[in-house]
Each structure stands twice: as C-alpha cells, then as structure tokens.
C-alpha cells in the first residue's frame, strides 16, 4: 500500500512536443505529490509539487494533473527541450507527521532535437 | 546557499568489508534523511533523523547498517560488512524541518565487488 507505480520506464519525446508521465498510487492517506529531476550524477531536485485539494497546477511549461478518485497523477511537460533531457520521478507522503517520501521507479526521458 | 554535501563522491570495495558515507546538510535544516538508490529504481528511505533523534529507521538494514547524527548536525551512515547487494547511489537530504521541501546532494555511488 505503501507503493507509486510510475510509467513509461522511459520515454522518447520530439524537441517541441508534449511529455507525459503517470503515476498511481494506493494510500489514500497520501496528501502530498511532489515530482523530482536527475540528471546523471546528481542528486534529485524537486520540479513541482501537489496538495489533493487541487486537480491541476501549473509551473511554467510543467503541469501535475490530480485525479483524488482515481488516485492517479501525472506531470506533463510542454513544448520539451533537450534540456529537459533527465529522470524524473514521481513521489508520495503523508504531511502531518514525518515527512517520508515514497517514489515512483523513475522514467528516463530522452528530448531528441 | 549551500547546498547538501556529502563525502565520497565514489567508493569501491570489496564484499565483507566496511564503508562510511558522510553528509553535511544545509545550514539550519533540522531534519536529515539518507537514501538508497538502486540502479534504475527510485530513492528508498533507509532513516530520518529530526536534529539528533531518529524518526524513521523501519526500513535500515540494521544487522549491517548503522547511522548516527551527532550535534545534529553531519551525519554518517556505515555499511558493515558490505553485500554485493548494497551496490547503490547513497543519497543524504535535508530539509528545514518536518513537511517541507527535500534538498538532496549529489549521493556517494557505491560498489561493492
């Protein structure tokens, strides 16, 4: 119960076009969803976050959409550039108390120019 | 700011003997956590500590794994004696406190042969 299923296990997107990866989840006592960037050698960076009293929040060409019902989020990245080229990893918790985060297995995505 | 630091960047040794990572937070931030991250998976909390106190160790290895946080400040974490299995990436993060965002170092990449 405690697991974030991720999907693709990688995902290969045309400079300009739109990446979108999922994640679902089974704790319904999650109430925070954060997404995370690595680039090789580095450690993960926190790209953008989510509370389940919104659906959508956007950050930029970065969107989390949030389905509470069907306890599934996704991030989805617009107009992608090679620069965005990284793992990226979805990530659960629960707020009140401490804040472990359990994460998704990653999706390597690679922007081809 | 600085950020996260952690010592080595990379460590090669052989099965059976011991290994110490070390990880300096960011100034100020009370809470610390060490992860493992296995090729190809997401981060796995191995402990969190809040100031000098463990909040979360439920899923170190403790027969072999041991980490201590003095002064509540740096931490290490020590493996001993090493399995092939414990080949990973070992990520030390920090966060102001409870229920805020995670910075992470650049990990310490372990090989155990």
């Known amino acids: 119960q405690q697991q974030v299923k991720q999907s693709p296990q990688s995902l290969i997107v045309q400079k300009g076009g739109i990446s979108i990866i999922n994640c679902a989840y089974e704790n319904t006592a999650f109430d925070y969803f954060p997404w995370y960037q690595q680039f090789p050698g580095k450690g993960p960076a926190l790209l953008i976050a989510i509370r389940p009293d919104v659906s959508e929040k956007k950050e930029g060409r970065f969107t989390i959409s949030f389905n509470k019902s069907a306890k599934q989020f996704s991030l989805h990245i617009m107009d992608s550039q090679p620069g965005d080229s990284a793992t990226y990893f979805c990530?659960?918790?629960?707020?009140?108390?401490?804040?472990?985060?359990?994460f998704g297995q990653g999706t390597r995505l690679t922007i081809n120019p | 700011e600085a950020g996260v630091a952690q010592s080595p960047r990379y460590k090669i040794i052989e099965k059976r003997q011991s290994v110490a990572f070390w990880c300096n937070p960011i100034s100020g931030h009370a809470t610390l956590y060490w992860y493992q991250q296995i090729l190809g998976q997401g981060p796995k909390l191995l402990i969190q500590?809040?100031?000098?106190?463990?909040?979360?160790d439920s899923q170190l290895p403790k027969d072999r794994f041991s980490a201590e946080r003095l002064k509540g400040v740096d931490s290490t974490l020590k493996i001993q004696p090493a399995k092939l299995e414990d080949s990973a990436v070992y990520l030390c993060a920090s966060s102001y406190y409870l229920n805020t965002e995670a910075f992470f170092g650049q990990g310490t990449r372990l090989t155990v042969v």
């Open positions: 990530a659960a918790s629960i707020i009140q108390g401490a804040q472990k985060l359990v």
């Open positions: 500590f809040q100031n000098n106190g463990v909040v979360d």
